[in-house]
């Protein structure tokens, strides 16, 4: 076995731990907090709660709260302007994966003073960050847990992957309580980004046997609670295995990578700043397809962690059965149409393909798709 690096950081998973933001920001040594988070995670009162936990541990802090979906380099710029004018020294970030990943695109900035942008690809970060505080309020996105970040270069209007041990947070305090107040769409696509982690780290070929551990655990846990999460938002027994699902998931991910996924939502997340997760559910049946005979064996064990037994049916009839369980799947829980129904014109694909070759994350797919491939599988999620 080569010996294999795994990187996570100190996480603490349990209901209430969002009270403890203003405990672990002291033992950081902080002086005054950088609260990163979004208008909606304010008005779901999460950004209070962590608001109140750093009053009561007596330290001073500042509100950014300029982030939208899919976080622009505009965004982490005026941020970190922000962060370096306040004299700020320590950043908590409470939200989804945009509040989460615009807040360690801060830290880099805040100490490399450059722009974000500059940073692009793996390993390309110099000083470390300030330290980091994570509190998700999704379930999936795992920016939390992950040495990923990811930005939209709004100039060229494409995502950028920051990947880097320096963007791991410090800690992560995960909190299932913080997704009960997640509307029916929101925890369908995150949960669904959550699968995907596990399924493409799964498949990555840079995958390993404690990636693999984590990924088909977070594949049967979203596979048995995602429907109950849907259904019954408040009900922590299902709130509580899609909150361990994204962490396990992104464990996996973190490490091993991902593949044509989400180098394809990559693409039209940046291209037409549409929602991550929405479009990782409608690519990933048609990415199965396109990948399975490469490696045969590892779809299987992920349709048995998904509840379907196909290890003796023929190849083709096995790639099927998975690949309609996973489109039934995603549109039981409610994500339905196609790339058309999200605002896409057939003229745009040409250059969608273009920029998810770029990707770095198409380099992990356990077959290298050439341009027309990519175009082809946009085609069937038309
Ligand atoms: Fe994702």
Redesign the pocket.
Known sequence: MEPRKFVAPEFILREGSLELAGLYASNLDAKKVFLVTDPGVIRAGWAGKVENALAQAGLPFVVFSDVTPNPKDTEVMAGAALYLREQCDVIVAVGGGSPMDCAKGIGVVASNRENILWFEGVDQIEKPCPPLICIPTTAG?AADISQFAIITDTARKVKIAIISKVVVPDLALVDPLTTTTMPADLTAATGI?AL??AIEAYVSNANSPVTDLNALEAIRLVSRNLKGAIEHPLDLRFRNPMMLASLLAGMAFSNASLGLV?AMAHSLGGFADLP?GDC?ALLLEHVVAFNFDSVPERYVSIAKAFGLEIIDLPKAEQRTRLVDALRRFRIEAGVTGGLQEMGMKKTDLAKLAENALQDPCSVTNPIQPTLQDIEMIYERAF
């Open positions: 996105t980004d995907v982690h989400h991550h990782n």
